[in-house]
């Protein structure tokens, strides 16, 4: 029995953590919007130490600031910060990239798992440009984090990417909070995926890095647009 119950709320407080991760992501969270564990709980009808532990699982990644005494709020994120935020993910993908078409775990085009995984990860980048082209930011959000997990995958170190996964969230963690202040996102959001898998597709760790070099600098052009107004 007691098995049972450490699953049930283990599997609860990732649902809490879920939960507030999206509601941080969705806006609906804002930068500095603080809350306690009774609120969360209260808000969910659930126990406090799931939440607790979710909260306290969330501060660790960085999307949340524990306030002594008062309980917690969303961290505010700068423009210094996201700049960082690529510099780190600069190095992973580019060590991604090499190690997928040149190292240890090399893949080609010949290889039927290598192209039925790419082109899963294709349809995924197909439907965040769709998403991007619309300017629909939730979508984007839950397809483009989708993306780079798959295709970190591919690399075969769940580390890696899972270090990835938790710097792409904490980088649109940051990114939200500047890009709801767009009132039409339409046409203006980065929608390379594709292209980036196409480049890895033809084994050239070249393109593809110019690919993600084109989405930083796009990014964070936009970021610093509507960050001024």
Aim: aromatic share 6%; glycine share 8%; hydrophobic share 40%.
């Amino acid at each position: 029995m007691s098995g049972n119950g450490a699953v049930t709320r283990s599997t609860l407080r990732q649902q809490i953590a879920d939960a507030l991760r999206d509601e941080v992501l969705a806006g609906r969270l804002q930068p500095g919007q603080a809350f306690t564990v009774k609120e969360i709980a209260d808000q969910y009808g659930v126990s406090a130490t799931p939440v607790r532990e979710a909260l306290v699982d969330l501060s660790a990644q960085g999307l949340l600031d524990a306030v002594q005494h008062r309980g917690f709020e969303v961290h505010d994120y700068s423009l210094d910060d996201y700049r960082g935020m690529i510099e780190a993910r600069n190095l992973v993908t580019d060590g991604i990239f090499h190690r997928l078409i040149n190292g240890e775990k090399k893949t080609t085009g010949d290889d039927p798992r290598h192209t039925v995984a790419l082109a899963a990860i294709r349809r995924r980048g197909e439907e965040a440009q769709r998403a991007a082209t619309a300017g629909d930011l939730n979508i984007l959000i839950g397809y483009d984090l989708r993306f780079w997990r798959e295709l970190s995958a591919l690399f075969g170190n769940p580390y890696l990417a899972d270090f990835l996964h938790r710097l792409r969230v904490r980088s649109w963690v940051c990114a939200v909070q500047h890009l709801r202040r767009g009132t039409d996102l339409k046409n203006h959001l980065w929608s390379g995926h594709t292209e980036l898998v196409d480049a890895l597709a033809r084994c050239d760790p070249a393109a593809a890095h110019a690919v993600v070099a084109d989405y930083n600098v796009h990014s964070l052009g936009l970021l610093e647009r509507l960050a001024k107004g």
